[in-house]
């Protein structure tokens, strides 16, 4: 990952790239870069870390605003020997210093508004690594990465089994684990599986590739080794998804391959329904971290005027990578009975991934058609956590991985997801019920449904535009469902993890006062 785009620049790969802003890390070098000025980049850059103490084998801790540099960035660290570790810098301050805690960096690369925003919670966050710099604006307590003079060039290499990135998980119940992948795990097993040019779904040297997601997450790590590795013809990054601020981009460089964090979708699906809407040419969504509810799939693939547009889903964690792949098509998914078709996550990868059910009490495998925990076996399971090896322990058994999901593996082998353990409620799965409900609300942008212990009926939270909702609709929806009276919100009222998903504990406690959750939480 230390010389991709040398290497890139090497065989003659011209893809462009379009960005919707300035990198943080080159602010005045604009928004259209090519192969061979990202490698220059790159290479300053990873002399920059190493002239301010980044050394082989250090942590190199990376929190700012939401932008494709995180992988730059990341990238420039292998490059001098370092381990990155990617930082949402949505997170909030006291988790942030927590994380850092457990790291230690040797360097934090951060940005004047994140230092900001955590003094403002009495957290000093340059004081919990050996060097601070800042990205775009100078701060106090630390030094501006565009000011320290590069030294000479450099390029360590690593063994393959040798930590080579570090990303954190959601965080949707609580703090975050920091995970360790290998260049084994992540590049080997997951990004060379994923580069293969399978008809249909490989990436073309004509595509045109739009990425809107969390760039701090390993999801986008491996997908920029992918694509620039396949060379499309273009590349486009969002890092900011305000539908009428996209648009103008989008249309300028129309996608033919779009993969975005399902918050994401559900934030642009307005596009879709306008006269000329910019994606017309996609043949191919990708979407991952968290189930797309079937209104917002429909609505994509609709808008698309390809003959036989896919929507590849895939089921996964930071932890592994894919597990399971499933296809949509527009008539399948729009033939009226595709009320829970986001739940039903398809079969194992072949020859990559294993996966079986068992009781959540005592660990023994179920038969096929019974709930359960799923557990899995991949050769892409990262190294570990920071910082929390009983935790990481206590989520192997007899040589599985426990997933902390709920759900039920069929006799054709494959897999139908309920619920997140701690989340469950035990009665109805929440997120079948969630994607009933937005089946019935249209005019809902999400839909989230809260298990509450003790037997109390499950709170339903629906977001609108307005954060109003009239209450015969809702009466109408809910139907006989179990279900408390709705809380109805408005988007950005919605406590959220750095890729989009709902912080289901932080919303039940801000709504009822109590954060106590229906399962264990044992595996989360």
């Not at 084998?57 to 370092?82: F, P, Q």
């Not at 797309?292 to 390809?306: M, Q």
């Not at 072949?350 to 009781?359: A, E, G, M, N, W």
């Amino acid at each position: 990952m230390g010389v991709l785009f040398d290497e890139a620049a090497e065989r003659g790969h011209t893809t462009a790239v379009h960005l919707d802003r300035p990198l943080d890390l080159a602010p005045e070098e604009g928004v259209r870069w090519t192969v061979p000025r990202l490698a220059r980049l790159v290479a300053t850059t990873a002399a920059r870390l190493a002239q301010a103490g980044a050394g082989r084998g250090d942590r190199v801790a990376v929190v700012k605003e939401n932008h494709w540099d995180y992988d730059l960035l990341a990238c420039a660290a292998v490059r001098a020997g370092a381990v990155p570790a990617q930082l949402s810098g949505a997170l909030d301050p006291p988790v942030l210093a927590a994380l850092l805690t457990r790291l230690r960096p040797a360097v934090l690369v951060t940005s004047a508004a994140v230092l900001e925003r955590c003094r403002g919670s009495d957290i000093d966050l340059a004081a919990l690594a050996r060097t601070c710099l800042t990205v775009g604006a100078d701060a106090p307590g630390a030094v501006p990465l565009a000011a320290v003079e590069p030294g000479p060039w450099v390029h360590h290499r690593r063994h393959d089994d040798e930590p080579l990135v570090i990303n954190h998980t959601s965080g949707t119940t609580g703090v975050p684990k920091l995970v360790v992948h290998s260049t084994r795990t992540i590049i080997r097993k997951l990004a060379r599986f994923e580069a293969v040019p399978y008809p249909g779904i490989g990436v073309r040297r004509d595509d045109t590739l739009l990425h809107a997601g969390s760039y701090a997450h390993g999801r986008t790590f491996c997908w920029t080794a992918v694509a620039f590795s396949r060379a499309p013809k273009a590349v486009v990054m969002l890092s900011d998804t305000d539908p009428d601020r996209a648009d103008p981009l989008l249309r300028a460089h129309r996608p033919t391959i779009v993969e975005a964090l399902p918050s994401v979708y559900v934030r642009l699906q307005g596009l879709t329904g306008r006269l000329d809407n910019p994606f017309r040419r996609v043949r191919l969504y990708i979407s991952t971290y968290d189930a797309v509810h079937p209104p917002t799939l429909r609505a994509y693939l609709r808008a698309s005027a390809h003959p036989r547009p896919v929507w590849m889903q895939g089921w996964g964690q930071t932890e592994t990578g894919p597990l399971t792949f499933r296809f949509h098509t527009r008539t399948a998914a729009g033939d009226g009975r595709a009320s829970s078709t986001a739940r039903d996550l398809g079969r194992p990868i072949p020859l990559k991934t294993r996966l079986r059910v068992v009781d959540p009490r005592t660990r023994l495998p179920l038969p096929r058609g019974r709930a359960g925990l799923l557990q899995t076996r991949t050769a892409a399971l990262a190294l570990g956590y920071v910082g929390e090896e009983d935790r990481w322990a206590d989520k192997h058994h007899d040589g599985w991985w426990n997933t902390g999901d709920l759900g039920v593996l069929r006799r054709d082998g494959s897999v139908r997801l309920l619920d997140r353990e701690v989340d469950s409620p035990g009665r109805l799965s929440c997120l079948e019920t969630e994607d009933l409900l937005e089946v019935r609300l249209p005019e809902a942008l999400e839909c989230v449904v809260l298990g509450r212990p003790d037997g109390k009926d499950p709170l339903p939270v629906v977001v609108t535009p307005d954060g109003h909702l009239d209450p015969v609709r809702w009466r109408t929806a809910a139907g006989h469902l179990p279900l408390a009276e709705p809380a109805v919100l408005t988007w950005d009222e919605v406590p959220r993890t750095g890729t989009g998903k709902v912080r289901r504990s932080a919303l039940l406690e801000r709504l009822t006062g109590d954060a106590s959750t229906c399962g264990t939480g044992r595996w989360t």
